[in-house]
């Protein structure tokens, strides 16, 4: 098996892992999911709309508001996920090191002075499987920091068609995305980053 590009604190980056074709491929998958389950901007618990918007693939789609962040079978308009991509999947495939297929491929949507800060993806009923990020469109600074929250950090930047994964122990490492380079690429018809993030959720 191939290795990846760089590996910074245990987290894998594939660099320019999908070639052009098969990126714009993905992209017109995921112009009928959306079609299906459009894009929402979802609330933190303290009441505040997140700068992306989201929606979700698969059995299980990523959830937020004054409850709290949880994962939930619907879309916010009540009708069920639609299927993660068989492109999408491919990837996990080829990547994952993992024989169990994701429940969900959380879908982000950053716009020009879109950003998320450091977090966790700790939602999941276990932390044994991998959690596999897809890249499209305009590059971010991706910030790569600590097993607890605070402390120094590493960024890196991410272009179209990079892959990371995180696993073993930066499966639970705190990152986020500091900015995006509004129009350094032309694969979406409006500029922006689509960000995929696939998991294992139960």
């Not at 070639?19 to 303290?46: C, G, H, K, M, N």
């Not at 993992?98 to 020009?112: F, T």
Request: glycine share 8%; net charge positive.
């Amino acid at each position: 098996m191939p290795m990846p590009s760089k590996i910074v604190r245990g987290i894998e980056i594939w660099a320019e892992y999908l070639p052009e074709a098969e990126q714009r491929r993905i992209v017109a998958d995921l112009r009928s999911v959306v079609a299906s389950a459009p894009l929402f901007s979802p609330l933190t618990p303290y009441g505040k709309p997140m700068s992306v918007k989201m929606t979700s693939a698969g059995r299980y789609g990523w959830f937020s508001d004054r409850r709290g962040y949880r994962y939930v079978a619907e879309h916010p308009s009540g009708a069920a996920w639609p299927p993660i991509p068989d492109a999408v999947i491919r990837v996990w495939n080829a990547l994952s090191r993992c024989e169990r297929q994701p429940d969900c491929c959380l879908i982000n949507y950053y716009r020009r002075n879109s950003k998320m800060g450091m977090h966790r993806d700790s939602d999941e009923a276990s932390f044994e499987y991998p959690v596999v990020s897809i890249s499209l469109g305009d590059s971010a600074l991706f910030r790569i920091g600590n097993l607890e929250r605070g402390g120094k950090t590493e960024s890196v930047w991410l272009r179209s068609g990079d892959i990371v994964i995180l696993s073993g122990e930066s499966r639970l490492a705190y990152h986020g995305v500091d900015r995006i380079e509004f129009g350094s690429s032309d694969l979406l018809r409006n500029g922006g980053r689509v960000n995929l993030t696939l998991r294992v959720v139960d």
